[in-house]
Each structure stands twice: as C-alpha cells, then as structure tokens.
C-alpha cells in the first residue's frame, strides 16, 4: 500500500526490505569480516583492529565462553564496557555462541545494576576493570559464577596503565586470557534463526525498575537492512569512517555505528570519554571522518569546544542526530562551522532502534523527525485508537519487522503496549503533514529525556520516597540548555533539617548520575486528583 512518505524515495529507496535474505546477525558479522578482512574496524586510543582480527578475536572469545563458561544458546551474558576494543570482540563472541548480550550502563549504581543481572538472570559478565567496585557490591545478591574482567588496553596493547580491580568478586579472568585460551578450543557454532533473541535493552518501567526489551537476530538484521536501503549512495561502502562518541551500550550506536557501519565496512573511532570535549577534538583532528551520530547535547558541546572549528570537514557527508530532539540552533550552528545540516532520526530501544529519519539527501533543515523507514508503517491513533487524520495529533504507534518480540518475563507490558492489531505503541503524541512527514509534539508517558537517555519519573521517586524526612515527591522534566532536558524533583519533606543536598547527596548513591535531579523544590503538598493520584502535569512551569 503506498503511503504519503513514499514520494520521498524516489527511485534509489525500496518501499520493503528483505529481512529473510539474512538468517541472522552473525552472518552478517561474517560477510563483512570476509569482504572486508584487511580493512581497519576499529580503532581505539591509537590502536586498531583489522575485520579479519576483530573476527579472529571473536571466534576464540566465542570458544571460550562455549567451553568454559557454559554458555548455549539463548544464555544472557551481561556486557558492561564503555567505548573501548573488548566492547565489539565481546559482543562478536556472544553473539556467535548463540548467547543474548544484556547491555549494562558501566556507571550503573548498585542498586540498578543488581536489578538488571537479576531480572536477567546473568551467569557471566564482562566488565571493565574500573566498574568492578559497583559489581562486587551486588555479585552475591545475584546469578553471576562468572566474571571476565576487560581493560582499556586490551587488544590494542598502546600502554594504557591497567585499572584495579575491586575485591570480592572471587574469581575473575582477563578478557585477553580468555581469548587466548579460546584459540586453542573447538567452537561449534550454534544454529541461529531470526527469531531468537540477540538483545535485551533495558528501558525504564512503570514501576521504578527497568525492564528487559527482547531484540531478535531479525530484529537487527532488518533495521540494519533498512539503514542501508535509506541511506543508498550516500553511503559509502567500504571506505566510510565514523566517529563513535555514543555509548555502544545505547541502542542507538549499538545499531548505527557498532552493527551498520561494520556492516557497510566502516572504520569506526571509538571514543571512550566524550565529556572530555577537548581530546574529543583532538581524536577527530586525527582521521578523515565521513560519519557522525550523536544526541544534540553532543552536537552542542562540540560546537562550544576551541578548536573544532578549525577542523578540516571536507570528508563529513553525513550527521545523524537521534536520541532526543535536534534544536533547529544547533542543526544551523553545525552546518556553518560543517557544511552540513544534521539528520535527525527517531526511534526506541524497542523498536532495535530506528523508526523514522530525515533523507540522506535532503539538504534544508526540518524540525521533524523524518519519514518512515522502508517496511514500517506509523500509524497516528486518539485515546479510542482511531486513526487520526493528517495534520492532526495521536499517539505514534509502529509496526515492522524491527519492532521487539516484548519485554522479558512482562506478558503484561507487553499487553500494555500492543494495540489489538500488532501495532507498538510508543506513548509519543505526533502528527503528521500532507508531505508525510512527522513531527513529536509531546510525550504521553512522563519521561524525560537527559542528553538523549530516558529517565522515568517512578524510578527517581522510588528512591527518594525511601529517604527519612521524605513524605512524598514527584519529578518531572524541565528545559535545560546543556542536556535538553533535565531532572526537577519536588520533595514534601517532614524533617524540616532536610536539605537539597542531602537529597542530591542520597540520589548520587543510587542513580546513575544523569538521573539525578540538577533542580530541588521543596513543596508544601503535591498536586492530586479526586483519587490521590499525583499530578505531574501541574507541576510543570513551576
């Protein structure tokens, strides 16, 4: 059926892509490494890896995990990396066993991370060394009997000093031994359909704790294909370089730049700390860089650092900003120190990630989050689920072949989210042009979104609620140059002592540090219905 977005593909975009023409990701990982073999994958701190090196690396690291972890197929192995070489060896090799990565923050607190290998049920973790001291807080209250440690300089071998490593973990082993022993071990690859799980993503719930989205092979495979039919030309197979600042843990990079681009025979940077705005810079200062994804806050911050306007930009043919909205000021500031307006894309964790995005070639900026990918339908439906009429609001619902098999061990959320006739819903209210396009008008769910990550206001309150001298409190999202958006918290306190930072101080030891809320309001009563139920929409503006 043609849909008012097809006009835009013209002749090089195919309104559906062949999802079956893939049996799974690691054939994908196999053809590129194939096609690709001495081509630069990866590189990190001055170090890189070839694809046959990255390949060889993951076949034994796969051995290993087979043989002596234990691992068969559909096993979660947890990866909690930052941007660094273990972080795709890591994944090949799980994902070859016929393992399900669970991706893991490696800022995570104790108390989020003990939820997520729980609820997970992970035997086995590869961590960086310097999130060890937050595992060994929690590793008794959880499955783990296996933990494979890895450090900046693995694989790489550029002399980054080694991170120590926290006690009671009991026993560990280096990521570089493991690999090492798996060379000399059979690996029997596992027969993988589309249909078995390849992710679990963790994205927030209803009721304060994180819930597992469960990714398929086929999952990957066809939002990988559809990037591919819609970037067409403008991607450059074989000889792109993209810059990889997004944490690969993030849906969004994990997609684009870990899976795509290997895909497409990219040499990805990897940058394992982009706060440091300068040697940011200066990394970029290094390579021909034709690629860049990042959220706006990225864009922003790189804009505002000394000397990347002074960087030579006559390779950069594409940006792609997703994860939270692109500010029209940003997408103008960044094409006149670039050349180039960005792209801005929309998707979920559930959706594995990409829903939607401006075209490759299109050259004017636009407050939208583009067209429907091939093989998606975006549907915009009111309360009653009706569809609604062009130009005017509902919540955008999806369908396609890169939308989740569920939540894990949630039927019920699952329930929740899934029209009666297989439609996702996202719980963002859209509306959509004559000319197709579409654009996010407002979030029905409260979430906030803090440099392109999802905080959900249940999570933060939960923790704050169990705090003494704390009555109740709700938070909601308020606008933030830096962050686009960022953490309010309103406390009805009953210790008149309690302070701000003593709240600040507590959230610190609990949240992950973009979920902490930058503003404290201390309030007599919260806004309420008939029910009690507490009004978060009242208390923005505050």
Not at 15 to 32: I, Q
Not at 172 to 194: N, S, Y
Not at 378 to 389: C, F, K, M, P, Q
């Amino acid at each position: 059926m043609t849909k008012p977005w097809h006009k835009h593909y013209g002749d090089d975009i195919p309104h559906e892509v062949d999802v079956g023409s893939y049996r799974n990701v690691v054939d994908m990982l196999l053809e590129a490494a194939e096609t690709y073999a001495d081509m630069r994958a990866y590189a990190s701190f001055g170090g890189t890896l070839t694809y046959r090196e990255i390949h060889e690396r993951a076949r034994d690291f796969a051995a290993y995990l087979q043989n002596r972890a234990g691992i068969a197929k559909g096993d979660r192995v947890a990866v909690m990396l930052p941007n660094m070489m273990a972080f795709p060896i890591a994944l090949q090799g799980i994902v070859r066993a016929g393992g399900v990565q669970v991706n893991v923050n490696p800022l995570y607190t104790a108390r989020e991370l003990e939820h997520q290998l729980r609820d997970a049920d992970v035997e086995t973790i590869v961590v960086f060394a310097g999130s060890t001291p937050t595992l060994a807080e929690v590793i008794d209250n959880t499955p783990v009997k296996h933990v494979i440690v890895a450090q900046l300089d693995d694989f790489i071998g550029v002399g980054i000093p080694a991170a120590p490593l926290a006690e009671g973990l009991g026993d560990t082993v280096a990521m570089v031994d493991a690999v090492a022993a798996g060379k000399e071990l059979d690996f029997a690859p596992p027969e993988i359909d589309g249909g078995d799980l390849i992710f679990l993503q963790y994205t927030g719930g209803t009721t304060g704790l994180s819930k597992g989205a469960m990714l398929t092979h086929s999952n990957l495979v066809a939002n990988i294909l559809q990037f591919s039919a819609f970037g067409g030309p403008h991607i450059d197979r074989g000889n792109e370089v993209v810059i990889t600042a997004i944490p690969m843990y993030h849906i969004f990079a994990l997609m684009v730049n870990t899976l795509s681009y290997y895909h497409f025979g990219s040499t990805a940077v990897l940058i394992t700390n982009p706060t440091d705005m300068p040697a940011f810079v200066a990394e970029w200062a290094k390579w021909p860089v034709t690629v860049f994804a990042g959220v706006n806050t990225l864009y922003n911050g790189l804009l505002h650092t000394p000397g990347f306007a002074e960087l030579d930009f006559s390779n950069l043919r594409l940006a792609v900003g997703g994860g939270a909205p692109v500010q029209k000021a940003v997408s103008d500031k960044w094409k006149s120190v670039t050349g180039k307006h960005i792209k801005e894309g929309y998707g979920l964790s559930e959706t594995s990630p990409v829903l939607t995005m401006n075209p490759f070639g299109m050259q004017e900026f636009l407050s939208s989050i583009g067209i429907p990918w091939p093989s998606t339908e975006i549907s915009l439906r009111d309360d009653e689920g009706n569809e609604v009429a062009p130009g005017e609001e509902g919540e955008l619902c999806a369908r396609g072949p890169q939308v989740m098999k569920g939540y894990w061990r949630r039927d019920d959320a699952t329930a929740e989210v899934t029209t009666e006739d297989g439609f996702f819903r996202t719980g963002d209210i859209a509306v959509m042009d004559d000319d197709g396009f579409f654009r996010i008008v407002d979030r029905k769910k409260d979430m906030i979104l803090v440099s392109g990550f999802n905080v959900y206001p249940n999570e933060i309150e939960a923790v704050v609620a169990a705090m003494d001298g704390v009555l109740e409190c709700a938070c909601v999202g308020v606008p933030d140059d830096r962050t686009g958006e960022a953490v309010k918290l309103f406390v009805v306190k009953t210790d008149p002592d309690l302070s701000a930072g003593d709240i600040e101080a507590y959230c610190r030891a609990e949240l992950t540090p973009y979920k902490v809320p930058k503003q404290i309001e201390f309030i007599e009563a919260l806004p309420k219905s008939t029910v009690g139920k507490i009004l978060r929409r009242e208390l923005k503006g505050r």
